[in-house]
């Protein structure tokens, strides 16, 4: 049984492995999902990431997973940046589209009915301190319940001019 544990143990650090060093540039990826696939108001999930090289630019996405059951084309969400030195800069109210306001075609890729998305949140991010930063994350629609609405998540990664 130790046996079977370990060999399951190994070959998931061996297949995580695989999948950082897919991405060079990434530095940190998160996704927290919401209880019944519903965001509620109350909650605002926080990510913590560290940062060492603070000569470079960084890039910070928002990830969202959500139904095609979301009753929305949107998302309105307010990020708060702290790091080692206290609040950096001043908390952003972003407009994420999800669907096409025309269409309703659903932006991201999705299989069936569950669509994710990634967008670009902070680009060309500087963090001047090394240390560790952690992004809070607020729904700032018009309800307090978001039904569809499955996660949420930041990626950050090393600013490249390759497209």
């Not at 909650?43 to 603070?54: G, L, M, V, Y």
Request: proline letters at 6%; one cysteine or more; hydrophobic letters at 35%.
């Amino acid at each position: 049984m130790y046996q079977r544990f370990a060999l399951r143990l190994t070959t998931a650090i061996g297949l995580l492995g695989l999948l950082t060093a897919c991405d060079p540039n990434r530095v940190f990826e998160q996704n927290i999902d919401f209880p019944n696939d519903s965001w509620d108001v109350q909650q605002k999930p926080a990510f913590t990431f560290a940062i060492e090289d603070t000569t470079a630019t960084y890039d910070v996405y928002f990830s969202v997973r959500h139904a095609s059951a979301y009753g929305f084309y949107n998302l309105y969400v307010k990020h708060t940046l702290t790091g080692p030195a206290g609040r950096v800069g001043q908390p952003l109210l972003h407009q994420m589209l999800l669907l096409d306001p025309k269409t309703g075609e659903p932006k991201g890729s999705g299989t069936g009915d569950i669509y994710d998305i990634q967008i670009l949140a902070l680009p060309n991010q500087r963090f001047t301190k090394p240390g560790e930063y952690t992004l809070t994350l607020e729904q700032y629609m018009r309800q307090a319940q978001l039904p569809g609405l499955m996660a949420m998540g930041v990626r950050v990664a090393k600013h490249s001019d390759k497209k």
